[in-house]
């Protein structure tokens, strides 16, 4: 007769104090490069540096809460870089036809509703196909990624879709202006930081995400609609990505097939360097906004400095992704 016995769940041999500081990883990566840098270049931490870094950081940071949730979820977009393109365009296009020659706050409040409601429909039409048509996050996301910018350069004809200058003088204090001294992308980027790690950690929609991420079979025994908060997650993404477009279409006051090039590249790798398991189930908002700074200061140090070319910036990125994916490699089985 065999004895049957209980599985005993392993217990961790890693001392709490090492825990918390792996736990602390980014944001001690940061703290060391902010160093590294001071010491090769002193103008790192002056005050104009710091916010330019921390105002280019605010695009891919907002992009990348979105996509906290999307891997945490167990998915993945790769389409966000293409979707920004397209939803720059439209809200130019939208501008200008309702403008004319003149135009302002209205116009531009119309285009930023319009680009809202452009991303959304795009995390609708991305959360349908992979929750309802189970198809895998990786062939839509990679499917429309060259949709969109297919779509948009058919719409610029291969060139560039420039606001008029009248609309473009009105919209530019959403990316130059301030508020209480703080620029305005880096308010947004700190509210939608905020509220994107209140829903992840204190709402029944973040506990879902996490779980359907963790294991979606025992997610459905539970009787979680995983269905509906996958097209949710999607939907929170393409919002995201219409946010931080309509604060950086005014910065340029055009769109063309080359922008947003490389930024799901940007946007993932800030996930996944702040913490969040690639293959989903667990991660924190905190660590994408860390992760985003980390790799906008790493630019920077490489534009301050003459350590490696600053083209090889996407290469350096693409190396963080794999060693940090290599790291990850034994969270779970």
Not at 97 to 116: S, T
Not at 214 to 234: F, G, H, L, M, P
Not at 295 to 319: D, K
């Amino acid at each position: 007769m065999t004895e049957s016995r209980a599985e005993i769940p392993a217990r961790s041999t890693r001392p709490p104090l090492l825990s918390r500081l792996g736990s602390l990883g980014p944001l001690l990566g940061l703290l060391a490069l902010m160093i590294v840098a001071t010491a090769l270049n002193s103008d790192f931490l002056t005050v104009s540096n710091l916010s330019n870094v921390l105002t280019r950081a605010s695009f891919i940071g907002i992009i990348a809460v979105g996509a906290t949730f999307v891997i945490i979820s167990g998915g993945i977009d790769l389409s966000v870089g293409s979707m920004a393109a397209l939803i720059a365009g439209s809200m130019i296009l939208i501008m200008n036809a309702l403008g004319g020659d003149g135009g302002g706050g209205g116009v531009i409040a119309i285009g930023m509703l319009c680009a809202l409601a452009i991303g959304a429909g795009a995390g609708l039409l991305h959360g349908t196909f992979i929750a309802r048509g189970r198809i895998e996050p990786f062939i839509v996301t990679l499917g429309t990624l060259g949709i969109y910018r297919a779509v948009l350069t058919y719409l610029s004809e291969g060139g560039s879709i420039s606001l008029n200058n009248t609309l473009s003088d009105a919209y530019s204090p959403v990316y130059y202006g301030k508020l209480l001294g703080v620029p305005i992308p880096i308010v947004v980027f700190a509210v939608v930081a905020l509220l994107g790690g209140l829903i992840l950690n204190r709402t029944r929609y973040g506990r879902y995400v996490q779980a359907i991420g963790s294991n979606e079979q025992v997610a459905r025994y539970a009787a979680v609609d995983v269905n509906r908060v996958k097209v949710i997650t999607y939907m929170i993404q393409g919002i995201c990505v219409a946010l931080a477009t309509l604060l950086y279409v005014p910065r340029l006051g055009s769109a063309s097939p080359s922008t947003g090039i490389l930024w799901e590249l940007e946007a993932i790798a800030a996930v996944i360097i702040g913490g969040t398991a690639l293959k989903g189930g667990s991660g924190r908002i905190w660590g994408t906004v860390v992760g985003a700074m980390l790799l906008l200061s790493i630019e920077n140090v490489l534009n301050l400095t003459s350590i490696i070319s600053v083209y090889l910036n996407a290469a350096v990125q693409g190396v963080v992704i794999i060693v940090v994916a290599f790291l990850q490699r034994g969270k779970r089985s």
